[in-house]
């Protein structure tokens, strides 16, 4: 299992105002990189496509702990999760941290480290500025 985390990120909105947003897959295009450029979604999954990069589907997923949102690959050759966990500091005040699993071998891992640790530090940065 390859796992990749990003930063942890302090947001100045509930943990439950955090979830509700994160649930609704139309909010994602707000916090993903400029160099997206393609976007797309509906109430069960959402896609996107960065660069030239192929376009990534996602489903919501079981998720592992209460504190948290989970979404898994719909789809394509590689099968991963984007975990979103969300614990509250205060009453409006919460911690978000993005994690990615993954089934890789060593040479895919190794080609898609770079760029996996970038998106989550780019979706970290836009739940930031939540």
């Given amino acids: 299992m390859t796992e990749f985390e990003g930063p942890k990120v302090t947001v100045a909105k509930s943990?439950?105002?955090?979830?509700?947003?994160?649930?609704?897959f139309n909010n994602f295009k707000s916090i993903m990189p400029s160099e997206v450029n393609h976007f797309e979604s509906n109430t069960d999954s959402f896609t996107f496509g960065l660069g030239s990069m192929p376009k990534v589907s996602l489903k919501r997923a079981e998720?592992?702990?209460?504190?948290?949102?989970?979404?898994?690959?719909?789809?394509?050759?590689?099968?991963?999760?984007?975990?979103?966990?969300?614990?509250?500091?205060?009453?409006?005040?919460?911690?978000?941290?993005?994690?990615?699993?993954?089934?890789?071998?060593?040479?895919?891992?190794?080609?898609?480290?770079k760029p996996l640790k970038n998106l989550l530090e780019k979706l970290s940065e836009g739940i930031s500025k939540l």
């Fill in 15 to 24: 943990a439950k105002d955090i979830h509700d947003f994160l649930s609704d």
């Fill in 63 to 113: 998720p592992e702990h209460e504190n948290q949102i989970a979404l898994q690959a719909a789809g394509g050759p590689i099968d991963f999760r984007l975990l979103c966990d969300v614990f509250e500091l205060e009453n409006s005040k919460s911690e978000v941290q993005l994690k990615f699993k993954g089934e890789f071998n060593m040479m895919i891992r190794m080609m898609v480290e």
